[in-house]
């Protein structure tokens, strides 16, 4: 059982984001990181051996128990109980300026394999109206890709929507939205993602829902 939370949270200027994730039963570990522009600020792990092996009422209590640890960690953030080593922002250096400058050319493309983004509950990641993407990244050789910004958007809706989530060490992100009205008469639902020059996409079609004729 994997699954998990992710959160933007503002403090002041700045915008950290705080995921919490369960590893599966293989670990049984309740991960939360915290980070901000990508760097990890804070990460706080919990076993949950005592609740192996699950059924359908441990399931509920881990839930709970993940629920808590994620919620506690935003707490604890908003009162200030929690000091992150929130890094200065760097100075900016002036720029030279050359009277002919030259751009170095962009590598093949080649060069720059592709991720392969898999969304893990193709077949049930809408209840209702309520979305819950389970997402896996990897790269070309397989391995997880962590630390890299997942975003979601649907195309067709009657507004601009935008959802994100940043990966985990072991490549998994889940994203969870209310999905909003679909007024386009092809919808679809957008994933993609890209890091250090390597990226994925992924498009899913939406079956709008039929207008019932006026009488």
Known sequence: MIFGHNSNLRVGNIVLHIQTED?????????????????????????YFDLLPLDEDRAQALRLRLDDQHHSVIEEIRSGALDLPIPPEPAEQPRLVSPTPKAAPPPPAAEIPNLRLELVNAKTWLSGKHASLRIFLQDAAGQPVGDAIVNVH??????????????????????????????????????????????????????????????
Request: no cysteine; glycine share 6%; hydrophobic share 35%.
């Open 154 to 215: 649907v195309e067709g809706a009657e507004t601009e929507t935008a959802f994100q989530a940043q990966t985990s060490s072991l490549g998994h992100a889940t994203i969870e939205f209310d999905l909003p009205r679909i007024t386009g008469t092809e919808p679809a639902l957008v994933i993609n993602t890209q890091k250090d020059g390597a990226q994925a996409h992924l498009r899913f079609a939406l079956r709008a829902k039929p207008r019932v004729p006026s009488v």
């Open 23 to 47: 590893r599966g039963e293989a670990h049984a570990l309740l991960d939360t990181t915290v980070y901000y522009r990508g760097r990890v600020l804070h990460r706080r792990t919990n076993n």
